[in-house]
């Protein structure tokens, strides 16, 4: 064996045990890759929903000073009478 075969036969089984090594690093990665996703969508969903509640905040509050005003009329209706 020539020590260039030499050298290629042993570049080759470095390779794989690179390869070998780094599998379960990659593995890792994809998992995390698909949860971040997940998160992703949960975030969008969540963001949607914060959205929604100050709109309902909003009407919420619209309707209380209208209550509010309701009240004030009414004690001054009570008044008169």
Same mark, same amino acid.
Not at 22 to 46: A, Y
């Given at each position: ?37 997940? *998160?992703? =969508? $949960? @975030?969008?969903?969540?963001? %949607?929903?914060? !959205?929604? &509640? /100050?709109?309902?905040? +909003? #009407? *919420?509050? =619209? $309707? @209380?000073?209208?209550?509010? %005003?309701?009240? !004030?009329? &009414? /004690?001054?209706?009570? +008044? #008169? *009478?």
């Amino acid at each position: 064996m020539t020590d260039h075969q030499l050298l290629f036969a042993m570049s080759d089984l470095l390779d794989k045990k690179l390869k070998s090594e780094l599998q379960p690093i990659r593995n890792d990665i994809r998992e995390l890759h698909q949860d971040m996703e997940l *998160l992703q =969508t $949960e @975030v969008k969903g969540l963001c %949607q929903d914060v !959205g929604n &509640l /100050q709109e309902d905040m +909003k #009407e *919420l509050q =619209t $309707e @209380v000073k209208d209550v509010r %005003q309701d009240v !004030g009329n &009414l /004690q001054l209706d009570m +008044k #008169e *009478l």
